[in-house]
């Protein structure tokens, strides 16, 4: 899949490539944003375009409340290697802070027609655009009346009578809820990152533990987990693990880190995918070591009777 990073990284699009455009955050790519998405390869097919998805980084709400911003369900990453596995030509994703003063008029006349070429615009139910999010569906459609490109509008997804959204992923994920999440996302939540060192304890503990930096300021999830991890083979292996700060041993910033079971190679620097599968519990802080270690060992047993269900 081929990127754009910036308003000048355009200049390499191929002048003549007209487009179906898909807008949006993306944040997790869900059963909603897979619908955007099939309805721009159809609408690319039916025109005989090209498919680019048209997105931001950081997202509006990160660029916006900066210290605080809601848990990120996918980084950059995740989110460019998941756009393309689903099929996506091209991603222009700009810094949000380089387009959010753009006109809805600018936004369209300068991005969409002059930069994008496009043919069909492909948006979700509740779409707003340019400086102060004034430019609304109606907006859009008489611009593409006016320049030629057809305005998609993808309704919502439900699942059970909520819509299926980032936000309500999130909440599912904050209170442990891995199956309405699994549902609305139609996988298992996962992270992704490189194995990096950490301070050996679990080793010492005779739980050695892959730490996996998390990416972003604040995780979706937190606690203990039976999950399975991808990266390392043609296989998925079973594991069981934490997301949090640690209070035993002093607290610090959030870290991922997976007990990997029956396994013992050397995988650090090695990018892997943290699958997870069922909440175990909350983070605890324990009295000591020795009662850290006997609660390894219980989430150790819990989690190898989730994932042989």
Do not use: W
């Amino acid at each position: 899949m081929q990127l754009y990073r910036n308003l000048e990284s355009l200049k390499r699009c191929a002048a003549d490539r007209r487009r179906a455009v898909a807008i949006g955050v993306f944040d997790g790519l869900h059963r909603g944003h897979e619908a955007i998405l099939e309805r721009t390869h159809a609408a690319a097919a039916e025109r005989g375009c090209s498919t680019l998805v048209f997105s931001f980084e950081p997202t509006p709400k990160e660029f916006f409340a900066p210290t605080n911003p809601p848990a990120r369900l996918t980084s950059f990453r995740e989110r460019f290697e998941r756009l393309g596995a689903l099929g996506v030509a091209e991603l222009f994703c700009p810094h949000f802070g380089a387009v959010r003063n753009l006109s809805a008029d600018a936004f369209v006349r300068d991005l969409l027609v002059e930069r994008l070429h496009a043919k069909a615009v492909v948006v979700g139910e509740d779409f707003r655009f340019g400086a102060q999010r004034r430019g609304t569906l109606a907006t859009l459609r008489a611009a593409g009346e006016h320049c030629g490109f057809d305005v998609i509008e993808v309704p919502a997804v439900f699942r059970e009578g909520e819509r299926v959204s980032s936000t309500a992923i999130r909440h599912a994920l904050e209170r442990g809820d891995l199956a309405t999440a699994r549902a609305m996302l139609g996988r298992d939540y996962s992270i992704s990152g490189r194995v990096v060192r950490g301070l050996g304890l679990g080793k010492r503990l005779g739980f050695p533990t892959a730490n996996v930096n998390l990416k972003r300021l604040q995780a979706p999830v937190d606690g203990i987990f039976a999950a399975r991890v991808s990266g390392l083979g043609p296989r998925m292996l079973d594991g069981v693990a934490s997301v949090g700060t640690r209070p035993t041993i002093g607290g610090g910033a959030a870290l991922l880190e997976v007990l990997i079971f029956d396994f013992e190679r050397d995988i650090y620097d090695r990018r892997i995918t943290v699958h997870f599968v069922e909440r175990l519990r909350e983070e605890r802080h324990f009295a000591d070591l020795d009662a850290l270690k006997a609660q390894m060992r219980l989430d150790v047993a819990a989690a190898r009777a989730a994932l042989a269900v």
